[in-house]
């Protein structure tokens, strides 16, 4: 729900007193491996960003590896394990399942060099982050308090991880009527020609 999201939009409704003079979207490229289609439906969406005249896209990657995990419960939410051998109660080892593990590498470190460098380069006045992610607690602490300049973290999460908020100027709320509100007209006519929502949007 609310994947349809105009992020010019959004950011304008959340920051009605200020000027927004650029946005940044930190992403990868999907990977076909899990889902065929979802390749697709993120290029129509990074097509549509596109139609916001002072927003950029930056790209990391994802990895998809092979790896084993444990098995955190049964059907019937128990703990799931096995005993060590057929004599033995105690001491049990997890059930081990091999997993598709796909993460997106470089994202959170694009945008960590892109606010303290920005940051430096003095072009922006304020700036704000829409993350919970608590890996960007430093680079956000070195533009405040070295820098000298205010940023703000903006998140949809109920509640906005504590580190965040200790280092960050003013945080927002993202609600789900911010979200509402904020969507791109469906089609979206666009210089090139007109993009639908992709389904399930």
């Known amino acids: ?43 129509v969406y990074l097509d549509a960003l596109g139609t916001i005249p ?11 590896s092979e790896k084993f995990a444990a098995v955190v419960s049964g059907a019937n939410g128990a703990p799931y394990f096995r005993p060590r051998s057929s ?7 997890p059930v ?30 304020a700036a704000v982050v829409a993350t919970n992610d608590t890996d ?13 300049l205010p940023v703000g973290v903006a998140c949809p999460a109920a509640t906005i991880a504590d580190s965040l908020k200790e280092v960050s100027t003013f945080h927002r709320h993202i609600r789900p009527t911010h979200l509402a509100r904020a969507q791109f ?12 929502k992709p389904l399930g949007w």
């Open 185 to 196: 007209p469906d089609p979206l006519t666009t210089p090139t020609g007109v993009l639908a």
């Open 54 to 64: 002072h927003l950029t896209i930056h790209k990391g990657n994802f990895m998809t």
């Open 136 to 148: 960007l607690v430093e680079p956000i602490k070195v533009v405040t308090s070295e820098l000298g």
């Open 87 to 93: 004599h033995c109660e105690i001491d049990p080892l």
């Open 1 to 43: 729900m609310y994947k349809w999201l105009d992020l010019g939009a959004l950011f304008q409704e959340l920051l009605p007193r200020n000027d927004i003079i650029g946005i940044k979207y930190f992403t990868a490229n999907i990977s076909a491996h899990v889902d065929p289609e979802a390749p697709q439906r993120q290029q």
């Open 96 to 125: 081990l399942v091999k997993i598709l593990k796909v993460e997106e590498k470089a994202s959170d470190v694009n945008l960590a060099t892109h606010l303290v460098f920005d940051g430096c380069r003095e072009r922006y006045e």
